[in-house]
């Protein structure tokens, strides 16, 4: 089942705090227009806090983003994208990436891509729009579950 953009927005932030409250964090959505952050994530004494960006499309493996991504580089920060298939009987995919890691690999991608020649070998016209593709990244930059989890177990931030 095909759903509209927003409410699979939505889906996918619930599907990720669903994901992280089930592996014993506490997982809080913030309001719509807080810019950057979709979920602050404690542990249950409050000792540690890590925020998750949430991207989500439906049947993609391909998720646009904003140029301003290149320079979001928090240390306690990860992006979580999101696969929503319209099979209702098959779970959601995730990719999980630590926000230095994914703002190094899609500057460096863009300016790859920049350097090749276009269409009919003409020079690429420079944009805002930015990408994830999963199968640009090496194996251990993307993340599972309980990896993040462990990772924010483990830290020293608070």
Same mark, same amino acid.
């Given at each position: 089942m095909k759903? %509209? @953009?927003?409410?699979?927005?939505?889906?996918?932030?619930y599907y990720a705090a669903a994901e992280i409250s089930r592996r014993g964090f506490l997982a809080a959505i913030t309001l719509r227009n807080s810019d950057g952050v979709d979920i602050? +994530? %404690?542990n249950i004494e409050g000792s540690k806090l890590f925020s998750i960006q949430v991207k989500t499309t439906q049947n993609k493996s391909k998720w646009i983003l904003n140029k301003k991504i290149e320079?979001? @580089?928090?240390?306690n920060k990860y992006f +979580?994208? +999101? #696969?929503?298939?319209?099979?209702l009987e098959k779970q959601p995919k995730y990719y999980i990436v630590k926000s230095a890691i994914l703002a190094d690999r899609i500057y460096n991608g863009h300016r #790859?891509?920049?350097?090749?020649?276009?269409k009919n070998g003409k020079t690429r016209n420079d944009s805002d729009v930015r990408q994830f593709d999963p199968k640009y990244f090496k194996q251990e930059e993307l993340l599972n579950w309980d990896s993040l989890i462990e990772i924010i177990? #483990?830290? #020293? +931030?608070?």
């Open positions: 759903i %509209s @953009k927003q409410l699979c927005g939505i889906a996918g932030e602050l +994530v %404690s320079n979001d @580089k928090a240390e +979580v994208f +999101v #696969n929503i298939p319209q099979d #790859n891509w920049l350097s090749e020649p276009g177990h #483990n830290s #020293n +931030v608070s």
